[in-house]
């Protein structure tokens, strides 16, 4: 049985190799079957991963204590190998940093090669990556390398270890950040960054598969029983929403059945009437957003 969170996770990514491989999964099937040359079914099986589709696979990395140790001598040695590509690599991650790495970068950047197992030209377009995403948030400076190792962690379990995979993955990448964006526009939010609560929000209800016009009269009633943008009070509008399976405005209008007790809008409460659970429920979601 697929399940319909499945379904709106892979409609999101709008990978259609995915899909179809995921489809092929849940009959039973092997992945044979897609029919999808070697590095064409590696990349639809690398995207199932980050969506946390693919429940055979667990993290293969550990970034903690466990991983290797690596020495000056280590990097030193791999410097002085010919042939190796770690010499280049070296160069071209510092150009793209704009500075030298030190020795404990050096580690760092070891580390990816030998212990993750990512090639150089993966690691390379990881950094960039990492560098246009810092730059997309407004950092104002430059990732730093342990930044940039825990996203190689990331990479690395997902098995995005080709130029293939990983352009697959940016792909993905930006349809997510177009999608924040109009979610953004919807909600009127512009000239700042999302803090990494409010990107976890848009990002379910994205996964969650709401139309923008569902998202808009949330807002709008949010906005009116609130007096603003309350994060966790239109959270629960549309998890009750999603409860019920509709994800229009015009199924809203037409199938929502509202909690018991919230048929008063805050508006219209009078003076001296004791207030109603989702007035209350909502003063308190208000002091908690403060």
């Given at each position: 049985m697929i399940s319909g969170q499945s379904v709106r996770k892979l409609l999101a990514a709008g990978n259609g190799d995915s899909a179809l491989l995921y489809l092929c999964r849940a009959a039973g099937f092997s992945d044979v079957?897609?029919?999808?040359?070697?590095a064409r079914l590696e990349c639809a099986a690398s995207l199932l991963r980050q969506l946390g589709l693919d429940e055979s696979q667990s993290p293969r990395f550990q970034q903690s204590a466990q991983r290797p140790e690596y020495t000056e001598a280590d990097v030193n040695r791999q410097m002085e190998l010919p042939r190796?590509?770690?010499r280049l690599l070296t160069g071209e991650v510092?150009?793209?940093l704009g500075r030298?790495?030190?020795?404990?970068?050096?580690?760092?950047?070891?580390?990816?090669?030998?212990?993750?197992?990512?090639?150089?030209?993966?690691?390379?377009v990881l950094v960039h990556y990492c560098v246009e995403r810092s730059r997309s948030r407004g950092a104002g400076r430059m990732p730093s390398m342990r930044a940039i190792e825990k996203e190689a962690y990331r990479w690395a379990d997902n098995q995005i270890d080709t130029l293939e995979k990983a352009a697959a993955f940016m792909q993905s990448e930006n349809r997510r950040n177009s999608r924040l964006g109009e979610l953004c526009a919807l909600l009127g939010i512009s000239g700042r960054r999302l803090t990494p609560v409010e990107e976890r929000y848009l990002l379910?209800?994205?996964?969650?598969?709401?139309?923008?016009?569902?998202?808009?009269?949330?807002?709008e009633k949010t906005c009116e029983n609130t007096g603003g943008l309350t994060w966790k009070y239109m959270n629960s509008i549309l998890e009750r929403w999603n409860a019920q399976g509709l994800y229009t405005a015009d199924q809203v209008r037409t199938l929502d059945r509202k909690p018991a007790g919230a048929a008063r809008k805050a508006g219209y409460q009078r003076h001296g009437d004791t207030p109603s659970p989702a007035m209350l429920d909502a003063a308190r979601q208000m002091l908690e957003e403060e």
């Open positions: 079957a897609t029919g999808f040359p070697e190796t590509g770690f510092q150009r793209c030298t790495l030190s020795t404990e970068e050096l580690k760092l950047l070891l580390g990816m090669t030998e212990y993750l197992g990512l090639p150089g030209e993966v690691i390379n379910a209800w994205t996964e969650m598969g709401f139309a923008n016009d569902a998202i808009s009269l949330a807002y």
